[in-house]
């Protein structure tokens, strides 16, 4: 049985910083791409960061400038740095094994708030 779960979250003022982890198990982790996703109240599904077996990374548009994806495969651990934060980055963030795209963590939320 696959599980990935997120820890990291909470509460951050603007301008602050956060790192998100994704601890996976019942995986061969390190044969694995991994990614983290998004998704804000009323908009869709949206990519943050992803990473393959080789620690190339892709980033998608939304949060490209302020983000970092990094991965240990000795901790069968993925993670997320940001920085810069905004209000508008208040959502709930995914963990995701993107080799097939079929197993997600349970989404841990992160707001961004004075």
């Known amino acids: 049985q696959v599980q990935l779960v997120e820890s990291g979250g909470g509460l951050v003022q603007p301008g602050g910083s956060l790192r998100l982890s994704c601890v996976a198990s019942?995986?061969?982790?390190?044969?694995?791409?991994m990614g983290w996703y998004r998704r804000a109240p009323g908009k869709q599904r949206e990519l943050g960061a992803r990473i393959d077996t080789l620690g190339s990374v892709f980033y998608g548009d939304g949060m490209k400038d302020r983000i970092t994806i990094s991965r240990d495969n000795d901790k069968d651990t993925v993670y997320l740095q940001m920085n810069s934060l905004k209000p508008e980055d208040t959502a709930v963030y995914y963990c995701?094994?993107?080799?097939?795209?079929?197993?997600w963590g349970q989404g841990i939320q992160v707001t961004v708030s004075a």
């Open positions: 995701n094994l993107d080799t097939n795209k079929i197993y």
């Open positions: 019942g995986v061969i982790f390190k044969t694995n791409i």
